[in-house]
C-alpha cells in the first residue's frame, strides 16, 4: 500500500507539469478569443507583457486601466509568477521521476491524469460558477469583479476563459491518449487499468 501511495504521489507531481506546461503554453500563444480581432493590439500586448514579463513594462504603463484594474492586474502576474516558478520545479522533479521510475509509474500518471480531465470536463459543465469558485480562492474579496464595461472585460471576456479551458482540456486529452496508446503498445499483454 505504501509502495502504491508512492507511485501515486509521483505520478501526480509529472501530471502537474504536464498541466503546467498546457498552461504555459496556452498563456504565452493564447491572448484572444478564437476568430476574434484585438480591439486595441497595442493596450493588450502591453497588459500581456507585463503579465508574462515584468522586466520591460510597469503598472504605470498600463494608465489606461483604472486603479481597481490594476491591482486585479498585479494579483494575476503574481499568481502567473508563482505558477511559472511551480513549472520549473515540477519539470525539473518529473525528469527526475521519469528517468528512474517511468515503466512503473506510467500507468498511474495515465489513470490519474484520465480521471482529473473527467473532473475538470464534469467542471465545465458549469463554467459559470466553477470560474466564480477558482477566482473565489485565489483573489481577495470580489477584486476580480468588474462592471460590463471595464477594460478588462473588454479584452478578456469570459468566452476568452472558456476557450482557453477547452484547448486546455483538448491538449491534455490528446496528451494523456497518446501516452495511453504508447503505453498500451509497449504492453500489449497487460490490461491498462490493474494494480500491481
Not at 490594476?70 to 525539473?92: F, G, M, P, Q
Not at 468566452?159 to 503505453?183: C, D
Request: charged share 15%; no cysteine; proline share 2%.
Amino acid at each position: 500500500m505504501v509502495k502504491i501511495f508512492f507511485y501515486f504521489i509521483l505520478a501526480l507531481i509529472v501530471i502537474i507539469s504536464i498541466y503546467l506546461s498546457v498552461f504555459e503554453l496556452l498563456l504565452h500563444s493564447f491572448h484572444s478569443p478564437l476568430g476574434s480581432e484585438l480591439k486595441e493590439p497595442i493596450f493588450q500586448e502591453a497588459t500581456w507583457t507585463y503579465l508574462l514579463h515584468q522586466k520591460y513594462i510597469t503598472l504605470i504603463d498600463l494608465d489606461h486601466y483604472t486603479l481597481h484594474e490594476r491591482r486585479h492586474l498585479l494579483d494575476v502576474k503574481n499568481i502567473l509568477e508563482t505558477t511559472y516558478r511551480l513549472w520549473i520545479y515540477s519539470i525539473a522533479l518529473s525528469i527526475l521521476i521519469l528517468f528512474t521510475t517511468f515503466r512503473t509509474i506510467i500507468k498511474y500518471i495515465i489513470r490519474i491524469g484520465v480521471i482529473l480531465n473527467i473532473l475538470f470536463i464534469l467542471l465545465s459543465f458549469n463554467f459559470l460558477k466553477s470560474f466564480d469558485f477558482f477566482h473565489s480562492l485565489f483573489f481577495k474579496s470580489n477584486s476580480w469583479i468588474f462592471s460590463k464595461d471595464s477594460i478588462l472585460i473588454e479584452y478578456f471576456p469570459l468566452i476568452y476563459f472558456q476557450e482557453f479551458f477547452i484547448l486546455f482540456l483538448l491538449l491534455t486529452f490528446i496528451l494523456f491518449s497518446l501516452l495511453s496508446v504508447n503505453w498500451y503498445l509497449q504492453t500489449k499483454n497487460s490490461p491498462l487499468f490493474t494494480v500491481t
